[in-house]
């Protein structure tokens, strides 16, 4: 579904097939004082020289328009409706056929204007215009300047469709509200993994995306679990049945969902128990969550992917598990507000389930804000017999929250990755992507027309990514509409799937023309 270099194949749709859209895209500007060398060769002969200086002038006047901080040629040239390639897609010997013909510069110079497309009938009719044959003018766009801010946003979603796909694990449709978890307290899926966040009708919408970054790509992606209230779900993310992070909503007191369990009764995930460790729940077993999959008998207490290794608060230096139950897990319970736990540095331990060096915690507040805690789990940290902090009161475990406070100071809360339609995303890894192509130039996602085509998919996509709809490559526009069924959105062709400038019309065959 994501470009990579692969394209969704849908059903034809019933809707008219949309007229592709112009493009530009990024070239090396030709100075208006010091024309290119093709430009200049052609200057020298007697035919287009009247056609040239119109076209430079025309150039003048673009990079005249051009904003002063701009330092990016754009190019939006159409061949029958059609894109004209970038320079370094235009075949090998239609440009040296152009370069020898004196067009070459031309053509260049003719995608410099940033404020029009131009629309030619043929390849015969853009090569005869730029050298100065008796040629009707091509017909003029104009491009409405307002929505280049727009257009730029989609040009930067475009590229990261492009150096992503969509993971194969997403938010179950049965925890459905896993998708209004704040973003500030989304658990992390993973190195090489990050949340996309977009807004719809129905609110916010979080999709799973793997990098293509063949130095970060996940040799296994995160698997997305959710428990208690499909419509307030807790968030488990586990990879290789390691808990990488969870968000944990408590369920409402009456709830179907919450099962107090008795301690005498705990299955712990089928885990044996070591000496000196902690099988830790993921939360209190008064209210041991169910899976959201009606078809699933799995709980917190009996989902193994859901555990963490902790260390013994009982031990000489104290450590994990019952500070956790006291100063996180009960006061999340009686509140009925969440809080995210994320595993620092995960390994497997001898229980088969994630031991990470530090848990970082954060927890919602009335007020809507969050407060956060850090807390070591190799055991080696002293909490037991710490010096207590001035104006600290209470026992132990209050001293080690201070403690944990001042950690969380000192190494801020690790938040999740995450993306927003729009943001600027240009890494400097793309060209190891192989099969990486640029984006179509912002003006092609600027220009549209009168009545832009819609089309509704039994799939999620969204603007920026390549699907093809009937056998014709498109580029997603702007989403109107997404339900758990399907999409519906508008769409132009993608212009990298033209080929308008494949051939050029050279001296033969006019003169076969001509006899």
């Given amino acids: 579904m994501i470009d990579n270099g692969r394209r969704q194949r849908l059903s034809k749709p019933t809707t008219a097939r949309a007229v592709p859209t112009p493009t530009r895209s990024a070239v090396r500007a030709p100075s208006p004082s010091e024309p290119p060398a093709a430009l200049q060769a052609t200057a020298d002969r007697s035919g287009p020289v009247q056609r040239l200086h119109a076209i430079q002038a025309m150039a003048d006047r673009a990079a005249a328009l051009r904003p002063a901080t701009s330092s990016v040629v754009q190019r939006l040239v159409l061949i029958d409706e059609k894109s004209a390639p970038r320079d370094h897609r235009v075949a090998t010997d239609v440009r040296a056929r152009m370069e020898a013909d004196g067009t070459w510069g031309a053509f260049l110079l003719l995608h410099n204007n ?17 050298r100065g044959e008796p040629m009707e003018a091509p017909k003029e766009t104009e491009i409405d300047q307002g929505r280049m801010a727009e257009a730029h946003g989609r040009v930067q979603d475009s590229r990261f469709c492009r150096l992503h796909e969509r993971s194969a694990e997403q938010i179950p449709s049965h925890g ?110 008064h209210d041991n969550q169910a899976s959201t999959d009606p078809t699933s008998s799995l709980s917190f207490d ?20 019952s500070y956790r139950y006291n100063k996180i897990e009960k006061r999340a319970l009686v509140s009925g507000l969440p809080f995210t736990q994320v595993n620092i540095d995960p390994t497997p331990s001898t229980m088969n389930i994630a031991r990470p060096s530090e848990i970082a915690f954060r927890s919602q507040t009335a007020s809507g804000s969050v407060v956060d805690r850090r807390i070591d789990n190799t055991g080696t940290t002293d909490y037991r017999n710490a010096p207590r902090p001035k104006g600290v009161k209470g026992g132990k475990q209050a001293i080690q929250d201070e ?25 400097d890894w793309r060209d190891d992507v192989s099969g990486y192509e640029s984006p179509p130039p912002t003006p092609y996602f600027a220009y549209e027309e009168p009545t832009p ?50 051939r050029y019309p050279g001296d033969a065959g006019r003169e076969e023309q001509s006899t």
């Fill in 114 to 130: 940033r404020t029009r497309a131009y629309h030619f009938l043929s390849v015969e009719h853009l090569v005869g215009y730029l």
């Fill in 176 to 285: 459905e509200g896993a998708h209004q978890t704040p973003e500030n307290m989304l658990p992390p899926l993973g190195e090489g993994q990050l949340w996309h966040v977009s807004t719809t009708a129905s609110g916010q919408h979080l999709g799973a995306f793997s990098t293509l970054n063949p130095n970060k790509r996940p040799a296994m992606e995160s698997e997305i679990l959710t428990f208690g209230e499909p419509s307030e779900p807790s968030v488990v993310v586990s990879r290789g049945g390691l808990n990488l992070g969870m968000h944990i909503r408590p369920t409402t007191q009456g709830s179907t969902k919450r099962r107090k369990l008795e301690r005498s009764k705990a299955k712990y995930g089928g885990l044996t128990s070591v000496s000196g460790r902690v099988r830790g729940h993921p939360f209190t077993l």
């Fill in 302 to 321: 009996t989902e193994p992917r859901a555990y963490t290794d902790e260390s013994d608060s009982t031990g000489a230096t104290g450590g994990t598990s």
């Fill in 403 to 427: 403690m944990a406070l001042d950690a969380a100071k000192r190494t801020p809360f690790p938040e999740a990755p995450t993306r927003h339609f729009g943001e600027a995303f240009e890494p």
């Fill in 453 to 502: 085509k819609t089309f509704t998919l039994p799939a999620e996509v969204k603007p920026g990514e390549r699907v093809e709809i009937g056998g014709e490559p498109y580029i997603v526009q702007a989403i109107t509409a997404r339900t758990t069924t399907g999409t519906t959105f508008t769409a132009v062709p993608d212009p990298n799937a033209d080929t308008a400038l494949s």
